[in-house]
């Protein structure tokens, strides 16, 4: 299970850099950041049903961070929301697969980009799945310079009032946004206590480690009538040696070299990967 979805993380990577190349747009860093955090929720976690997007019984995820949608688009597509190729159109004139989210991809819920608006909307589908009687749980990934936004925490009160124990958060905690650190553009520290002060159970994670967040997932929630919230420690640009931690690479997109190198190196990765497991 876990080499196969270290496998799985790998291809994301290479899959999402490619369409980001091609289409000579994308958010390189954010994408890779969240990655094994994606994986190990659509395919560890969540409850899902490809051939029918709109199952009502399904888990929700938001992509509250919606400029990391190469890495979504290329899930989605791996699980069969819709074909591989469609790959292709990304970012091209008349592609439903634009560069930000919308709910005309399926499996897609919401439409994001604008930030701070996605813990809102899961908000009201926890809510909605508590009215209905629905056993669903909603998952928000958002990144960490999204917290600047007010909105998110109007929603983070609304969520611990209503004891919205379905819902999770996830912050990709790579602690650098557009403009450099967020340390530096808006301090978020000390995270754990504002969220716990706004009524949060919070827990933290190796936002790269897929079996942990797997298992860290699955228990959830651990305290009971809690909305829940996972700081993902991760790296911007993970998985490329010359991308992580870059700030410039937010959304600077590879060149034929860059492009090159980067490939080799997540090929380099999936032959370290099989050795180990043909050693064990
Ligand atoms: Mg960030």
């Known amino acids: 299970m876990s080499a196969e979805l270290k496998l799985k ?8 850099l490619s369409m980001i190349y091609k289409a000579k747009s994308g958010h390189t860093g954010g994408s890779l ?35 990391s ?20 159109t990304y970012c091209r004139f008349g592609s439903r697969l634009t560069g930000h989210p919308t709910t005309k991809v399926p499996g897609v819920e919401v439409n994001t980009g604008a930030l701070g608006h996605g813990l ?8 909605a799945g508590k009215i209905d009687k629905k056993d669903y749980k909603v998952f928000v990934l958002m990144g960490d310079g999204e917290l600047g936004e007010g909105s998110v925490w109007e929603a983070a009160q609304v969520a611990s009032h209503h004891k919205l124990d379905n819902l999770v958060a996830i912050v990709d905690r790579n602690r650098l946004q557009i403009s450099g650190p967020t340390e530096e553009v808006l301090r978020l520290e000390d995270l754990q206590a504002k969220w716990t002060a706004f009524g949060w159970k919070v827990l933290r994670a190796d936002g790269h480690d897929i079996d942990q967040l797997i298992s ?10 809690t909305p829940h919230l996972v700081i993902a420690q991760t790296i911007k640009g993970k998985g490329i040696s010359f991308i992580e931690n870059r700030k410039e690479w ?9 492009y090159k190198r980067a490939m080799e190196e997540l090929d380099e ?11 064990k």
Request: negative net charge.
């Open 216 to 225: 860290l997932f699955k228990a959830l929630p651990t305290v009971p009538q």
């Open 69 to 88: 949608v190469e890495a979504y688009y290329a899930v989605l597509a791996d699980l069969g929301f819709f074909s591989e190729t469609e790959l292709e």
């Open 120 to 127: 809102a909307v899961g908000v009201g589908m926890a809510l």
């Open 33 to 67: 950041s969240c990655v094994d955090i994606l994986v190990s929720l659509h395919y560890g976690v969540m409850r899902l049903n490809p051939k029918d997007p709109k199952w009502a019984d399904r888990d929700r995820f938001i992509l509250s961070k919606g400029h």
């Open 250 to 258: 937010h959304h600077h997109v590879p060149n034929d070299d860059e």
């Open 9 to 16: 993380a790998i291809e994301i990577r290479k899959k999402l």
């Open 269 to 279: 990765q999936i032959r370290e990967l099989e050795k180990s497991c043909t050693h």
